[in-house]
Every structure is written in C-alpha cells, then in structure tokens.
C-alpha cells in the first residue's frame, strides 16, 4: 500500500524531514519536530575512553567500565599476550570504521533526491490524540504553507484556505484529504470512538461527479452526510447513523474568482444533536483545470462551530496561481 500523505524523514537528507503527496516526494521540507534526545552510540572496543571491568574493595566484585589508564608492563608471562591482543582489538576497531565508511561513500547519490516511498513502520507521525481502535492515524494531505502560518494549502487542488481561530492542522485523522479540524476531540455519543465536532476536507472531482459545480455540489451532499454522521471507514455508527435531513442553503457562489455551486444540510441523527454538512464546488486555476470539491462538517447544538465559519473558508479560499 502506497504511504499516506505526510511528513517523513528524508531518504536523501535523513536529518530533516521532507513532504510526501502520497504519490512521489515534493520539494517541501522541515526540520524534524522535537522528540527525546537520541540514545548515545555504545563505546567501540579499544577506542579512548573504553577500558576493561574493574573489579573494586567495594561492591566486592561489582562490574564496572573505566577510563584505561597508563601502568606498567605487564609482568612476565603475560607481556607477549596482552599487548597482542590490544593490537587485534584496535586493529578490528580500525576495520569496522573503514567498513562503515565505505558503505556511507558507496550508498552516497551525489545529493540526488530518493524517490521511494517512506516506511511508515518508522516514519510515521507521533499520535498525541487519546488512544481509539481506530485504523492507524495519519498526517492529512494539508501542506503548510511556509508564507502564512495562518493558511492551510491543498497543493494538489492549488488552493488556500484560512486557518481561523478554534481549527487547527489535522492530527490523529483517519479520513483522506482532510485539510483542518476544530481543535480537540470528544467519545462520539454512539457507536465507540473519537468525534470531532468540525472537519473541513478538499479532493479532485472525476468525470462521475458531474459535469458542472452544481451538479458536483448536489451528488457530493449526501455522500459528505453519509460519511460524516452514517457511518465511518471501520463500519461503525458514531451517531447512530442518519435519520433525515432538509436542505437549508443552497446557490451559486464565486469562489477564488470563479463561479462555484454550494449546497448546505441540517442532518438529523439517531443520537446525539446532528449537524451541518456542505459540499462546495467550483473549478481549479491551475493545472487540468478540474473542478475541486470542499466539504464542511460542523456539529450542531452549543458546542459545534458557528455556521458563519463555512462562509468566512468560503470568502477566504484563494488560489495558489494568485
């Protein structure tokens, strides 16, 4: 399976790390973000500092290491061993170095970037989230835009969206292209997991969606109320799964300078207050051309955002061609 989008260490450069699509490798890196400082490499044999267990009056035969010290020779009997076998313990030290090095040089490209795939067995983002039996989480395809810290950029769609207060960048999400979420997480009132009480996610439109932004933003509607509040990628019913919804906007709208379709749900649930979905339509100005669809999800009730946020991501989407 191809790696989800995210931050890995660099192949070419593994002391930073470097933005992976999902696809290929961009040209966006960071340095790594601060974790426990690495373990100490352990003492190479006959190096300085490294020297034979000392057996001491107290601890009456404890072992300890020290620092070798200068003494006299060694009596007779034992002065054609021991310094033979220093000389082979220094002389293996010297090998296993060159080995080494050798292996670095040869397995250097020049600076040329790696185009694998990063392991996500030890690459993957550290989950600072409560622990769920949900799938393995992931960075979102959201890349950072190192202009504006307040901007989430969909560089694939070649859009931005603000980042307004109360969201924040994706962690711990297990659905694709979701580009921010409120800040926090709470026990869905259903089915057992973690809820979010907003999400706002971005992906390409195909040639099934449709051919114009409404008629993208009328078939992507019930698809982004069926994901948000039926049912989740595992199977299970957070809210007990959809039992009605009403149309409570819908129009024309000119999003980064084009003309776009958006249509808005008030979905009713089997538990817990609802919410509200909204599928957002309009075409890219760059690349294809393709349309681009954005989804919001807001929970209802007090602790849901206000519904004036979808209009101010709307008003705030720009393109990445400006």
Known sequence: MTPPPG????????????WWDGTAWTEHRRAPEATAPPSPAPPVPGAQGYGPPVYGSEGHGAHMTAPMTPGPPAAAGASGRAPRIVALVAAGAVLLTAIVTGAVVLGD????????APTLATSAPVDREPASDSPTPSDSASEPSADDPAVVTDQLNGITLPLLDGWVRPRNVTEADVLMTTSGSYECPGDFGFCRHGKVSSRTATADDGSSPEAIAKADVQDAADDAYDRDL???????????????????????GSAGYFVRW??????????????????????????????YVFDAGEDGP??????????GIRSTAD
Not at 234 to 256: C, D, I, L, M, Q
């Open 234 to 256: 595992v199977g299970r019913r957070p809210f007990g799964g959809v039992e009605s919804h009403k149309v409570v906007g819908s129009g024309p709208v000119t999003v980064a």
């Open 7 to 18: 931050w890995y260490r660099d192949p070419s450069a593994p002391h930073v790390e470097r």
């Open 266 to 295: 008030r979905v009713t649930t089997a538990e817990g207050p609802g919410g509200y979905v909204q599928s957002l339509a309009f075409p890219s100005r760059v690349g294809t051309g393709s349309p681009v669809v954005v989804r």
């Open 306 to 315: 206000p519904l004036t946020d979808m209009d101010r991501f709307t008003k």
């Open 109 to 116: 490209d020049g600076g040329a970037d790696v185009d694998t």
